[in-house]
């Protein structure tokens, strides 16, 4: 009989450890929220990927460098005048690129090259003007009458050398699972911007595949993507009843989407008065094989693209009814992200629970 009350006062104390201890643990949880809270507001906010840039300057001025004041746009004068091209460093179907030089500080001078395409060239122009946001890169200046267009200089180049420069010593550490998510979430960014921007519906037409893609956007010094060319991007006027074509060629492989194929077989030749348009959801059907290039093959990369799955199954619906908007394919993957985030900070929370 007297043995008992021993045997419960000596259980009592294994029970109020174990209440702090979940307590703890719990509090724990709720502390590493608040920080996977701040550590991703720092990659949207604070560095520069906010909706809002507060650096960026009124319509029609850009500041370069370090300095702190906005310029207006170079006239067709000052540029003549004030900058002096150093070297070609790229060629296209439209212009010609050269890495050039303004007041010290290293730009990009962009000539058309062929008078058949100034069409297109304008129309690049006129995008850049409008679109001008984090997401595309600086205008600094243009001249219409000689057809060229001034931009600001990214040394790291398009995205087509973005594994070339991962394998660098310089940037090895970059060459992780969650930079590249990173830079996923970049692109899908962009291309939800397009989707709403400030001219409606926009569609990345010089998308036919992979390598095609990865040359339309810049890879910047500290790690983030830029939309660089714009010459090909229709505009989506459901309202209205406009769709799109990119271009009037036969579009063939499995990059581009259903829809942009040439639906009536091989035995009717291609006529592309009865091609059918399109939506930007073509941009949707191509996320997945952007992605995957984004993700490559580091360590932690495969578990990502587990998490992705679903997301990207969806993207690749055959009817493009049925695929998610830019929005939400964005949203999961910030929300993959954090959750890979939470588990790399915590791996055993979820056994301890």
Same mark, same amino acid.
């Given at each position: 009989?007297? +043995?008992?009350?021993?045997?419960?006062?000596?259980?009592?104390?294994?029970?109020?450890?174990? @209440?702090?201890?979940?307590?703890?643990?719990?509090?724990?949880?709720?502390?590493?929220?608040? $920080?996977?809270?701040?550590?991703?507001?720092?990659?949207?906010?604070?560095?520069?990927?906010? /909706?809002?840039? &507060?650096?960026?300057? &009124?319509?029609?001025?850009?500041?370069?460098?370090?300095? +702190?004041?906005?310029? &207006?746009?170079?006239? =067709?004068?000052?540029?003549?005048? /004030?900058?002096?091209?150093?070297?070609?460093?790229?060629?296209?179907?439209? +212009?010609?690129?050269? #890495?050039?030089?303004? +007041?010290?500080?290293?730009?990009?001078?962009?000539?058309?090259?062929? @008078?058949?395409?100034?069409?297109?060239?304008?129309?690049?122009?006129? %995008?850049?003007?409008?679109?001008?946001?984090?997401?595309?890169?600086?205008?600094?200046?243009?001249?219409?009458?000689?057809?060229?267009? $001034?931009?600001?200089?990214? &040394?790291?180049? @398009?995205?087509?050398?973005?594994?070339?420069?991962?394998?660098?010593?310089?940037?090895?550490? %970059?060459?992780?699972?969650?930079?590249?998510? %990173?830079?996923?979430?970049?692109?899908?960014?962009?291309?939800?911007?397009?989707?709403?921007?400030?001219?409606?519906?926009?569609? %990345?037409?010089?998308?036919?595949?992979?390598?095609?893609?990865?040359?339309?956007?810049?890879?910047?010094?500290?790690?983030?993507? *830029?939309?660089?060319?714009?010459?090909?991007?229709?505009?989506?006027?459901?309202?209205?009843?406009?769709?799109?074509? =990119?271009?009037?060629?036969?579009?063939?492989?499995?990059?581009?989407?259903?829809?942009?194929?040439?639906?009536?077989?091989?035995?009717?030749?291609?006529?592309?008065? *009865?091609?059918?348009?399109?939506?930007?959801?073509?941009?949707?059907?191509?996320?997945?094989?952007?992605?995957?290039?984004?993700?490559?093959?580091?360590?932690?990369?495969?578990?990502?693209?587990?998490?992705?799955?679903?997301?990207?199954?969806?993207?690749?619906?055959?009817?493009?009814?049925?695929?998610?908007?830019?929005?939400?394919? #964005?949203?999961?993957?910030?929300?993959?992200?954090?959750?890979?985030?939470?588990?790399?900070?915590?791996?055993?929370?979820?056994?301890? #629970?």
């Amino acid at each position: 009989m007297e +043995k008992k009350p021993h045997f419960v006062r000596r259980e009592f104390p294994p029970r109020e450890v174990s @209440s702090v201890s979940l307590a703890l643990l719990f509090a724990a949880i709720l502390l590493l929220n608040a $920080l996977l809270y701040l550590y991703v507001n720092k990659f949207y906010i604070s560095s520069g990927r906010a /909706e809002t840039d &507060p650096g960026l300057c &009124p319509f029609g001025y850009f500041k370069l460098g370090a300095v +702190k004041n906005c310029s &207006p746009w170079l006239s =067709c004068e000052a540029i003549n005048r /004030e900058v002096r091209k150093l070297k070609c460093v790229g060629e296209g179907a439209v +212009k010609k690129v050269f #890495l050039s030089e303004w +007041k010290e500080n290293k730009v990009v001078l962009s000539q058309l090259t062929n @008078s058949e395409l100034k069409e297109d060239f304008l129309h690049g122009l006129k %995008m850049l003007k409008a679109l001008q946001s984090k997401h595309v890169v600086r205008l600094l200046g243009y001249c219409v009458q000689q057809f060229t267009i $001034l931009t600001e200089y990214h &040394p790291l180049g @398009s995205l087509r050398g973005l594994n070339e420069t991962l394998h660098i010593p310089k940037y090895k550490g %970059m060459n992780t699972w969650h930079r590249r998510l %990173m830079l996923a979430i970049d692109y899908v960014s962009i291309i939800r911007y397009l989707h709403s921007s400030p001219l409606g519906t926009l569609v %990345m037409c010089d998308s036919n595949d992979l390598d095609k893609v990865l040359s339309q956007y810049l890879l910047t010094s500290d790690f983030h993507i *830029l939309v660089n060319d714009l010459d090909a991007l229709p505009l989506v006027n459901r309202s209205a009843g406009r769709l799109v074509k =990119c271009g009037h060629r036969e579009l063939r492989g499995e990059f581009v989407a259903p829809e942009q194929r040439w639906p009536y077989g091989e035995e009717v030749p291609f006529e592309d008065d *009865l091609m059918p348009p399109y939506d930007e959801k073509t941009d949707i059907w191509k996320i997945p094989d952007v992605s995957n290039f984004f993700l490559g093959h580091v360590e932690g990369s495969d578990i990502v693209r587990l998490h992705l799955f679903d997301i990207h199954a969806a993207c690749k619906k055959k009817d493009p009814a049925e695929r998610p908007s830019a929005q939400e394919v #964005l949203d999961t993957y910030r929300k993959v992200l954090t959750l890979l985030i939470r588990e790399a900070a915590m791996p055993g929370t979820r056994e301890m #629970l």
